[in-house]
């Protein structure tokens, strides 16, 4: 298979179904940034980081793909079968949120992105991931998208900010907290 295909050549992509789309369409964009978030997520993972940590990576960046996938199928045209997003990958998410956040102090504050490089590709993650919701909620107004997306990217945008102040913990780093001048 050629990488290279010269089909978009002038400014034009392929949904699956074959739609032919502008690549700046609503709908390139939001799968396009999944595509971005999902590299981030696979920077977190490369990290020094828990081999749990690192599993359920793994398992986002599975569900990022089908995410993906989801949003790339023309919903009218596309008669592909397309991997599926269930109820259970929203509740290992909140599952795992909950557990790591037992182990943390109460948040009293807002928290400044950093602490060390691996904190702070949790926090880019997050910013990507809040970002891709947006860009699919605005994409649900005037096409299909299953509800579950838009569920799972607000849900996986709460879990790397708790990732990041977990992973501060871990390593006994202080968290960044803004103090608002007055």
């Known amino acids: 298979m050629k990488i290279y295909t010269k089909t978009g050549d002038n400014g ?3 949904l699956m179904g074959g739609t032919r789309v502008l690549k700046h369409d609503l709908r390139i964009e939001s799968y396009g940034t999944i595509d971005e978030l999902n590299a981030y997520i696979g920077l977190i ?3 020094d980081i828990s081999s749990n940590h690192k599993d359920i990576l793994k398992q986002i960046q599975d569900r990022l793909f ?3 996938a989801m949003l790339a199928a023309d919903p009218e045209k596309s008669k592909m079968a397309i991997p599926d997003l269930h109820l259970t990958d929203i509740e290992l998410l909140e599952k795992e949120i909950d557990n790591m956040n037992l182990h943390l102090p109460e948040l009293k504050h807002f928290i400044l992105p950093g602490g060390n490089t691996t904190i702070a590709y949790c926090h880019i993650a997050r910013c990507v991931c809040r970002k891709a919701e947006r860009l699919t909620v605005h994409l649900a107004q005037d096409s299909t998208v299953d509800e579950k997306v838009i569920i799972y990217l607000n849900r996986l945008s709460d879990y790397l900010f708790i990732l990041a102040r ?3 913990n871990e390593q006994n780093i202080p ?3 803004w103090l608002a001048r007055v």
């Open 66 to 68: 089908t995410i993906g």
């Open 166 to 168: 977990k992973m501060a």
């Open 12 to 14: 034009y992509t392929s």
């Open 45 to 47: 993972g490369c990290q």
């Open 175 to 177: 968290e960044n907290e």
